[in-house]
């Protein structure tokens, strides 16, 4: 079962990179003699960077883009990307899916400039707060991980990262307004942004007024009624309950810090209680020793 499915994911990514119609990619790949094999595994490898001639493990995302999200705004519920507030992550694929035409690999090359975009601002804040010698910057630059997520993978934590990265250095430079909306900007794109939030807001509470708070609040809230305006006007209910709903239970299949716990106990509501308590605990224990200094 799971070789017909990796053979199918592969067939279906050489299909949204434009290959189908190549007769390596038509046949099954098991009937094409050892070098012909490989040649379809690896197309266009003298063309491409290490990172970027490796199809078959554009999964999710790659999916998502050469889609450009049509199918996504009528599935509710199945893909990630259509309960995020904004569907913001559907009209980021759909631009470049009509930027590309559709290819993954000039995709590639465009998350590979947004990859550079993201170390730049990342190495700008190690080097504006000082928290690292200046030799250990280089080390920001060998994670296989990241080079994966961005150019082989094309996940919407790249965006999401980098309007993150992008809002932390204008608050850096005490661009608090602007900084607030696109660090809600980022929110749309990927949820798991606002872990950030808590050490975010004392920050604002410490460097600005209770009034600067507030209308800097507004306004990351003024974004996400903006971006939700179609679907507020259409299904208010619908729409604030599944976009903005905390409590879903994720799937076992995709997790990776917990494929130790059994899944009857994964999709608990105690284990979800339980980190959520730690969570918290681990905030406030945080903000007395650490933010509060």
Known sequence: GQHGAGAASEGASREYAGEASRPEAAAPLRRLPAARRRRARRPHRRLRPLYQDRLGRLHVSGRCFSGGGEGLHQDRGRHRAARLP??????????????????????????????????????????KTEVLPWWALGLLCLSRRVH?????????????????????????????????????GAVSVKMNVLLFAPSLFLLMLKAMSIRGVFL??????????????PFLLSHLVEYISRAFNLGRVFIHFWSVNFKFIPEKYFVSKELAIGLLIF?????????????FK
């Open 86 to 127: 904004g569907r913001l992550p559907l009209r980021v694929y759909s631009a470049i899916k009509f930027l590309t035409a559709g290819q993954v690999f000039p995709a590639q090359i465009l998350f590979g400039v947004l990859y550079l975009v993201n170390l730049s601002l990342v190495l700008l804040l190690y080097i």
């Open 148 to 184: 994966s997520i961005f150019v082989l993978r094309l996940f919407n934590d790249c965006v999401a990262m980098t309007l993150l990265h992008a809002a932390m250095v204008l608050i850096v430079y005490h661009k608090w307004y602007l900084g607030l909306i696109i660090f809600s």
């Open 216 to 229: 800097a609040l507004l306004g990351a809230a003024g974004v996400q009624v903006l971006l939700g305006i």
């Open 279 to 291: 969570h918290l605990t681990t905030l406030m224990v945080f903000a007395h020793f650490k933010w």
